[in-house]
Protein backbone atom coordinates (compact mmCIF):
# COMPACT_ATOMS: atom_id res chain seq x y z
CA UNK A 1 0.00 0.00 0.00
CA UNK A 2 1.09 3.18 -0.78
CA UNK A 3 1.77 6.05 1.37
CA UNK A 4 0.60 9.05 -0.84
CA UNK A 5 -2.41 10.44 0.43
CA UNK A 6 -3.79 10.43 -3.54
CA UNK A 7 -2.70 8.15 -6.49
CA UNK A 8 -3.81 8.77 -9.90
CA UNK A 9 -6.14 5.73 -9.64
CA UNK A 10 -8.03 8.04 -7.10
CA UNK A 11 -8.87 10.85 -9.69
CA UNK A 12 -11.94 10.46 -11.85
CA UNK A 13 -11.85 13.93 -14.89
CA UNK A 14 -14.22 14.78 -17.04
CA UNK A 15 -17.02 12.74 -14.58
CA UNK A 16 -20.11 12.73 -16.19
CA UNK A 17 -22.55 12.83 -12.66
CA UNK A 18 -26.07 14.57 -12.18
CA UNK A 19 -25.55 14.58 -8.41
CA UNK A 20 -23.81 14.99 -5.38
CA UNK A 21 -24.39 11.70 -5.12
CA UNK A 22 -23.08 10.15 -7.66
CA UNK A 23 -20.20 11.75 -7.70
CA UNK A 24 -19.37 10.32 -3.98
CA UNK A 25 -20.12 6.95 -4.98
CA UNK A 26 -17.60 6.85 -7.91
CA UNK A 27 -15.01 8.08 -5.65
CA UNK A 28 -15.99 5.97 -2.67
CA UNK A 29 -15.59 2.94 -5.69
CA UNK A 30 -11.89 4.14 -6.78
CA UNK A 31 -11.43 3.97 -3.33
CA UNK A 32 -12.28 0.52 -2.83
CA UNK A 33 -10.51 -0.64 -5.93
CA UNK A 34 -7.36 0.84 -4.60
CA UNK A 35 -7.81 -1.41 -1.20
CA UNK A 36 -8.23 1.85 0.84
CA UNK A 37 -11.43 1.12 1.96
CA UNK A 38 -13.13 -2.18 2.97
CA UNK A 39 -16.38 -1.66 1.52
CA UNK A 40 -16.83 1.11 -0.87
CA UNK A 41 -20.85 1.64 -0.46
CA UNK A 42 -20.20 1.95 3.39
CA UNK A 43 -17.91 4.61 2.86
CA UNK A 44 -20.11 6.13 0.73
CA UNK A 45 -23.27 6.19 3.29
CA UNK A 46 -20.87 7.76 5.75
CA UNK A 47 -20.06 10.21 3.59
CA UNK A 48 -23.83 11.28 2.63
CA UNK A 49 -24.50 11.12 6.44
CA UNK A 50 -21.97 13.62 7.27
CA UNK A 51 -22.51 16.17 3.99
CA UNK A 52 -26.76 15.43 5.64
CA UNK A 53 -25.27 17.46 8.73
CA UNK A 54 -23.44 20.37 7.11
CA UNK A 55 -23.23 21.18 2.78
CA UNK A 56 -19.39 20.95 1.75
CA UNK A 57 -19.45 23.42 -1.06
CA UNK A 58 -16.68 26.09 -0.95
CA UNK A 59 -16.01 29.15 -3.02
CA UNK A 60 -14.48 28.43 -6.02
CA UNK A 61 -16.95 26.22 -7.12
CA UNK A 62 -15.46 23.60 -5.21
CA UNK A 63 -17.04 20.55 -3.64
CA UNK A 64 -15.20 19.09 -0.12
CA UNK A 65 -16.79 16.12 1.22
CA UNK A 66 -15.18 13.82 3.65
CA UNK A 67 -16.10 11.70 6.45
CA UNK A 68 -14.40 9.54 9.36
CA UNK A 69 -15.43 5.88 8.79
CA UNK A 70 -14.92 2.13 9.61
CA UNK A 71 -14.30 1.21 6.11
CA UNK A 72 -11.09 3.11 5.49
CA UNK A 73 -8.31 1.86 5.73
CA UNK A 74 -5.55 4.42 5.21
CA UNK A 75 -6.14 8.44 5.33
CA UNK A 76 -6.99 9.09 1.07
CA UNK A 77 -8.05 12.01 -0.91
CA UNK A 78 -9.99 11.14 -4.02
CA UNK A 79 -10.84 13.99 -6.45
CA UNK A 80 -12.64 14.07 -9.51
CA UNK A 81 -13.46 16.78 -12.24
CA UNK A 82 -17.32 17.42 -12.99
CA UNK A 83 -17.45 19.73 -15.63
CA UNK A 84 -21.38 19.67 -15.67
CA UNK A 85 -21.22 20.87 -12.11
CA UNK A 86 -22.95 18.98 -8.59
CA UNK A 87 -24.73 21.03 -5.97
CA UNK A 88 -22.99 20.79 -2.76
CA UNK A 89 -24.08 23.81 -1.58
CA UNK A 90 -21.31 25.84 -2.57
CA UNK A 91 -21.90 29.76 -2.41
CA UNK A 92 -21.18 30.05 -6.04
CA UNK A 93 -23.45 27.68 -7.88
CA UNK A 94 -22.47 23.87 -8.22
CA UNK A 95 -18.86 22.52 -7.68
CA UNK A 96 -17.31 21.26 -10.69
CA UNK A 97 -14.09 20.30 -9.01
CA UNK A 98 -14.62 17.50 -5.93
CA UNK A 99 -12.23 16.45 -3.33
CA UNK A 100 -13.26 13.42 -1.31
CA UNK A 101 -11.65 12.97 1.97
CA UNK A 102 -11.02 9.46 3.43
CA UNK A 103 -10.16 9.19 7.26
CA UNK A 104 -10.10 5.88 9.26
CA UNK A 105 -12.58 6.42 12.00
CA UNK A 106 -10.44 5.66 14.91
CA UNK A 107 -7.01 7.66 15.68
CA UNK A 108 -6.20 11.57 15.08
CA UNK A 109 -8.14 13.63 13.42
CA UNK A 110 -6.40 13.41 9.80
CA UNK A 111 -9.06 14.15 7.73
CA UNK A 112 -8.87 17.49 9.59
CA UNK A 113 -5.26 18.01 8.84
CA UNK A 114 -5.64 17.63 4.95
CA UNK A 115 -9.21 19.93 5.25
CA UNK A 116 -6.51 22.88 6.47
CA UNK A 117 -3.53 21.99 3.74
CA UNK A 118 -5.97 21.78 1.56
CA UNK A 119 -8.36 24.95 1.44
CA UNK A 120 -5.66 27.01 2.08
CA UNK A 121 -4.01 25.64 -1.39
CA UNK A 122 -7.74 26.27 -2.84
CA UNK A 123 -7.36 30.06 -2.34
CA UNK A 124 -4.40 30.12 -4.36
CA UNK A 125 -5.37 31.45 -8.04
CA UNK A 126 -2.42 29.44 -9.67
CA UNK A 127 -3.18 25.56 -7.55
CA UNK A 128 -6.32 25.74 -8.75
CA UNK A 129 -5.97 26.57 -12.27
CA UNK A 130 -3.27 23.65 -12.13
CA UNK A 131 -5.59 21.54 -10.92
CA UNK A 132 -8.52 22.22 -13.24
CA UNK A 133 -6.10 22.28 -16.48
CA UNK A 134 -4.64 18.70 -15.70
CA UNK A 135 -5.78 16.54 -18.07
CA UNK A 136 -4.95 13.26 -16.39
CA UNK A 137 -4.68 11.71 -13.01
CA UNK A 138 -1.33 11.46 -12.54
CA UNK A 139 -0.79 15.09 -13.03
CA UNK A 140 -3.79 15.94 -11.28
CA UNK A 141 -2.81 13.26 -8.42
CA UNK A 142 1.05 14.74 -7.96
CA UNK A 143 -0.26 18.30 -7.91
CA UNK A 144 -2.59 17.76 -5.10
CA UNK A 145 -0.07 15.35 -3.04
CA UNK A 146 2.49 18.21 -3.37
CA UNK A 147 -0.03 20.49 -2.07
CA UNK A 148 -1.19 18.85 1.20
CA UNK A 149 2.35 17.22 1.85
CA UNK A 150 4.51 20.91 1.50
Known amino acids: ?18 TKDVVIEAL ?7 GRVTDGETFAADVRAREAQT ?10 PHAKSDAVLTPSLAVAT ?9 PDGPSTLVFLIAAPALGDNVHLQILAK ?16 AT ?12 VTA
Request: hydrophobic content about 55%; cysteine-free.
Open 1 to 18: MTSQLITADLVAIDLAAA
Open 28 to 34: AERLAAA
Open 55 to 64: PTGLPGQVGL
Open 82 to 90: VPGGVDFGG
Open 118 to 133: LARKLMNAEFMASVRA
Open 136 to 147: DGETLAALVNEA
